[in-house]
């Protein structure tokens, strides 16, 4: 692999390239107009300007996206996470192009993004599975569904993810109207409006395992992560290891993720997310992410392994993953993201120029961004502007020091969520591990709204 295109924006396009640069790759990044300017752009070895400011017209168009690639001699396509990066047709288009896709294959993301078949796959290789249904195809069919797994119930879009197309049944009376939400903006998000139901954990945890694997039939894994503190099923803050768990539960966790990608041969990075029933100490499979995440940092920062430069090994065909034994774990990271949003005015985007940028710096300080002094956001894409990601020898030392990271982080010019993500690492509930799912939406948000 001599040539990377890099199909996406923001931090994470400044962290593929440079994991591709420490591996003599060169890097060609392509722009919307919005993004001209970006620190990717400055970085990269060149820049293509692909279309307009919309994704829709520029990051989101996976012919153009192959064509630039073509036209600028790159033999690779990197997709980061969200825009393409799940999508097959951009796999697809580059096996029939001849260009290495640093991701899985194009079947795998097929197979696995769709939510009833990843079930079934799951199910196949014996991972324990939350009760549910298999396809809705309307709300009186939701009833009767409801009525075999019991309230409450969530909606789920079989081609969904990030929390679109979910939602929460409590009683048969509100089960049509939510299913008519659902289904239509699953169809509107993902073009397909196709629901399942599965039965709503009420105390859960949410709980997903880092895993590589060479398309051979190895996989290894890189820990768990606990992502359990969201907001309307976004994650907001993200820790590895799970501390929650038993380490017998963790394990049998991780051998369940390990043998699911293992029994399809699975080549790249992927992450298999799990519902953690704390009353019931049980964890069940809910999804496979076909890509590198948001989160991989903390998977990153325990056991010292740099999953995107092993991203581009195996695509190059050449990399031979090592033994289980042979990744190391230790120390405590968190991460919280840092989003360009008004938390106290229902989360409102908040795009602009940084007139002042000053994160934090120091051992066991890390920040993956794109930002800088002056930096414009723009308006149309994702508010996410940079990672802070903690580390520490435990996590009771690394919840202390996030605090300190959090204080001295100082961003003006634009509202970003600074002051929640302090208010959460400062509860006593986040400090003493008392998380769930729910517990950002039902205990800190009213009292923070509150003033």
Sequence with gaps: MNRVLVANRGEIAVRVIRAAHSLGIEAVQIVSDADRDSLAACIADRVVVIGPAPARQS????????????????????????????????????ASHGLAFVGPAADTIDALGDKLRAREIAARAGVPLVPGSDQIVDAEAARRAAKKIGFPI?????????????????????????????????????????????????????????????????????????????????????????????????????????????????????????????????????????????????????????????????????????????????????????????????????????????????????????????YIVPPFYDSMIAKLIVTAVDRPATVERLIRALDSFEIEGLRTNLPLLREIVMHDDFRENRLRTGWLEQTVLPVFTAG
């Design 154 to 374: 969530v909606m789920k879009a079989a081609a969904g993810g990030g929390g679109r197309g979910m939602f929460v049944a409590r009683d048969m009376s509100s089960i049509g109207a939510m299913f008519d939400k659902a289904s239509g903006e699953a169809t509107e998000v993902f073009g397909d409006g196709t629901m399942y139901m599965e039965r709503y954990v009420e105390n859960a945890r949410h709980v997903e395992v880092q895993l590589m694997g060479d398309g051979k039939g190895r996989v290894v894994h890189f820990g768990e992560r606990d992502c359990s503190v969201q907001r309307r099923y976004q994650k907001v803050v993200e820790e590895a290891p799970c501390t929650a768990m038993p380490d017998s539960l963790r394990e049998e966790l991780r051998k369940a993720a390990t043998s699911l990608l293992a029994s399809m041969n699975y080549a790249n990075a992927g992450t298999v997310e799990f519902l953690y029933d704390v009353g019931r100490r049980a964890f069940y499979f809910m999804e496979v992410n076909t890509r590198i995440q948001v989160e991989h940092p903390v998977s990153e920062q325990i056991t010292g392994v740099d999953l995107v430069r092993m991203q581009f090994q195996i695509a190059g065909g050449d990399y031979l993953l090592g033994r289980q034994d042979q990744i190391r774990f230790g120390r405590h990271a968190i991460e919280c993201r840092i989003n360009a949003e008004d938390p106290l005015n229902e989360f409102q985007p908040s795009p602009g120029r940084i007139t002042r940028w000053r994160p934090p710096s120091g051992a066991g300080i890390r920040v993956d961004t794109h930002c800088c002094d002056g």
């Design 59 to 94: 990051y989101l168009v996976a012919q153009l996206v192959i064509h630039t690639a073509l036209a600028t001699g790159c033999d690779a396509v990197h997709p980061g996470y969200g825009f393409l990066s799940e999508r097959a047709e951009l796999a697809r288009l580059c």
